[in-house]
């Protein structure tokens, strides 16, 4: 008999302390809700407030304010290009200035180094915010990156994405970061895909900044190149290209990063 009520008297004990683990796992989440929601607003307020405010000069005076800085200007623009492109506003100016005050080849490494950096920074905020938190901030964006990022298809979503002309770089970003595609694939893929749109830009700073016959042509062909890895990467993501495309990793050697 006491030993059926020592059972009792246990079981009891044990049924208090899961109600309480219990408890304590939901104030714990409730917790971690309101710190992600806290999060949101920190984070949308920002960008609100600099997509409202935050106006780039004119290129003239950009370059100016830039070149002011003697030998460290290029490390200006690099951590000015990867600021911009952590936000709505669009990394075209940057890419044009860049032309502008480096050249065509100059301009382009300075661009993509500064683009990248931005992109991988606002994947990892996205990691850190959450897919919840980081959907509602991309408002009317988030729908068609949850349909069309994901980690099967990540390398050539974010490579098509990324080349693709007129595409902004921010819902890439934090898209991927949010609906899981592994940093390594996104890291890659927006490093390579980032080249040809990059240049592209850049070479018509280079233009306006020496109209030539050869800058023009440079022009041509790096608009070219986009397009025709812009034909390639919507193949690849479909699943129509003949050949993957460049960077791109074997599927069975992925891990989610």
């Known amino acids: 008999m006491s030993a059926t009520r020592a059972s009792g008297r246990a079981g009891a004990g044990r049924a208090d302390d899961d109600r309480r683990g219990g408890d304590a796992a939901r104030r714990g989440s409730r917790r971690g809700t309101a710190l992600r929601v806290a999060a949101l607003a920190v984070v949308v307020v920002a960008l609100i407030w ?12 950009l370059r100016e304010r830039i070149e002011g800085f003697g030998w460290w200007s290029w490390l200006v623009f690099v ?8 936000t709505p506003i669009p990394v075209t100016i940057m890419a044009l200035l860049g032309g502008l005050l480096f050249g065509v080849i100059g301009g382009s490494l ?19 915010l959450g897919r919840t938190t980081v959907m509602r901030l991309l408002g009317r964006h988030a729908r068609k990156l ?6 099967s298809s990540g390398f050539a979503a974010v490579f098509t994405l990324r080349v693709m002309p007129g595409m902004p770089y921010w819902p890439v970003n934090y898209g991927a970061g949010a609906v899981g595609v592994p940093s390594r694939v996104f890291s890659i893929a927006s490093l390579v895909a980032s080249v040809p749109g990059q240049v592209s830009l850049v070479s018509i700073g280079a233009f306006i900044a020496a109209p030539s016959f050869w800058s023009g042509a440079v022009v041509v062909i790096a608009w070219g190149v986009v397009l025709g890895f812009t034909i390639w990467a919507w193949r690849s993501w479909r699943g129509k290209a003949e050949h993957s495309l460049p960077g791109e990793p074997d599927p069975s050697g992925t891990a989610a990063g």
């Not at 951590?79 to 952590?86: D, G, R």
């Open 146 to 151: 949850e349909e069309r990022l994901d980690e």
């Open 110 to 128: 300075l661009s993509i180094v500064g683009a990248v950096i931005g992109s991988i920074g606002a994947y990892w905020i996205a990691r850190g």
């Open 50 to 61: 600099v997509a409202a405010t935050v106006r780039l000069p004119e290129l003239d005076d």
């Open 79 to 86: 951590a000015a290009y990867a600021v911009v492109a952590l």
